[in-house]
């Protein structure tokens, strides 16, 4: 049974004005916090023992004693043995108590149990609750079912290793780093029968998940993550915003490609299939004809979730596209929230932000923007689940 929203939007009535934004401390934690103090707001990181002092020490918040802000980000840190211990009862009514509203990221949803997050989590999220399900790839209804829906193009489907005649890509967790990938590339059954024992035997990847692992077409061409974010408080025909365009820095792929083929081949066979971990991100812009597909995409998008998702995508969230050869976007990949790679716009802003709102815009200042500008308007209600 999952949380109802009309009781998130009841403990608004006994919320503080204004609020403190809150984020788990990882992934774009660093985002949402420098938004926020844009904005005028305090923030609240959530971080795992171990994994504080870039928080608590480096982008501490110092500020005057009336409260003008001089240096950093983070007003308070909360840390906890495991990520997932915030979601321990004592540790939500903490929350509730200090008027915390969560920024959910990739952080939160993949280390706090989704079953938690949905039915047992009663602390207000400035986002969708029930849509974060969709990036797990083994659920039955996932992103695919939902990019499907909406008439947004996607990779082929391989039925299965049997069915592989050309260049493909498997699509499963890492065994290990849960946040991160365990893809490999296979262009034969015989292919994908040698990576997959290499990858087993090295730890990289679970029998468990490669059994329900995705198989599709690969696509060459450039990746673009496109970086969107939706307001329910505007006109629908003004609701959709892109704010930016970044691509991941993934180890040890990127490592692999700035080698020439001969050096490559001088490495060890293991050393050889890349690891697919993300350690960075760089930004993008795209060419000006491919942009109204692009917005094309998001509107698809967000009518498919308010139909099948009520109340649908708020906020912030990330289409992950490989442009072919003609610049036709394909949808690989879904992040129903904060994208991973918007750190690199924090402070500066993102470049089509920038240009839509006439001053510095990244992905969590659009955030703060917009729980400043439902504040305003006594609309709060309308952007928590």
Not at 312 to 340: M, N, S, W
């Amino acid at each position: 049974m999952t949380v109802e929203r009309g009781e998130m939007q009841a403990l608004l009535e006994r919320y503080p004005t204004p609020p403190i934004i809150a984020a788990v401390g990882s992934h774009s934690a660093i985002d949402i916090a420098d938004g926020a103090v844009s904005e005028g707001f305090r923030t609240l990181v959530l971080a795992q023992e171990g994994r504080e002092l870039t928080y608590r020490r480096y982008y501490r918040a110092q500020r005057d004693a009336d409260g003008t802000l001089r240096r950093g980000c983070v007003d308070d840190v909360w840390t906890y043995p495991r990520f997932a211990d915030l979601a321990a009862p004592l540790e939500q009514e903490r929350l509730r108590g200090a008027g915390a509203l969560l920024v959910p990221n990739r952080a939160f949803s993949s280390y706090v149990p989704l079953d938690a997050i949905e039915a047992q989590f009663r602390v207000p999220l400035v986002g969708s609750r029930t849509m974060l399900r969709l990036e797990e790839r083994s659920e039955r209804e996932n992103y695919y079912t939902l990019l499907e829906a909406a008439g947004i193009p996607t990779p082929t489907r391989v039925a299965g290793p049997g069915a592989i005649d050309g260049l493909s890509i498997v699509k499963l967790p890492h065994a290990v780093k849960r946040l991160e990938r365990g893809f490999f590339t296979v262009a034969s059954p015989a292919e994908y029968d040698r990576k997959s024992a290499q990858l087993l035997e090295l730890g990289t990847i679970s029998r468990e998940d490669l059994a329900t692992a995705r198989i599709e077409r690969y696509i060459v061409g450039p990746v673009f993550n496109f970086n969107f974010f939706f307001s329910p408080l505007v006109p629908r025909a003004d609701g959709l915003e892109l704010l930016g365009v970044d691509e991941r820095r993934e180890s040890s792929l990127d490592g692999l490609v700035r080698l020439p083929a001969a050096q490559q081949m001088e490495l060890g066979e293991a050393a050889r299939v890349p690891e697919y971990t993300v350690v960075g991100h760089g930004t993008l812009t795209v060419r000006e004809s491919i942009l109204e597909d692009v917005f094309r995409l998001g509107e698809r998008f967000v009518d498919a979730a308010r139909r099948r998702y009520p109340p649908g995508i708020l906020g912030p969230f990330c289409l992950q596209t490989c442009l072919d050869r003609d610049g036709k976007p394909t949808v690989f990949d879904v992040a129903a929230r904060i994208g991973g790679g918007t750190n690199i716009h924090l402070g500066v802003g993102h470049p089509y932000g920038n240009a839509l709102w006439r001053t510095p815009m990244s992905s969590g200042r659009r955030i703060a923007v917009e729980i400043r500008r439902a504040l305003e308007v006594h609309r709060l209600k309308e952007i928590v689940t």
